[in-house]
């Protein structure tokens, strides 16, 4: 799972984002963001352990 090319590629889309807001000084988006990152990890992540 963790070295998928699709999981690698949206998380790496997902730092980008994050990385993105923070250069803007928009931490509104920044949250939004961080948000996005952690609720698709954990979708990532959960059926490995299912």
Do not use: C
């Not at 699709?6 to 509104?28: K, M, N, Q, S, Y």
């Amino acid at each position: 799972l963790m070295y998928h090319s699709r999981v690698t590629e949206e998380a790496l889309d997902e730092h980008e984002a994050i990385l993105a807001a923070f250069t803007a000084g928009d931490p509104r988006a920044a949250e939004k963001a961080m948000r996005v990152h952690i609720e698709n990890s954990r979708d990532r992540l959960l059926p490995a352990f299912e």
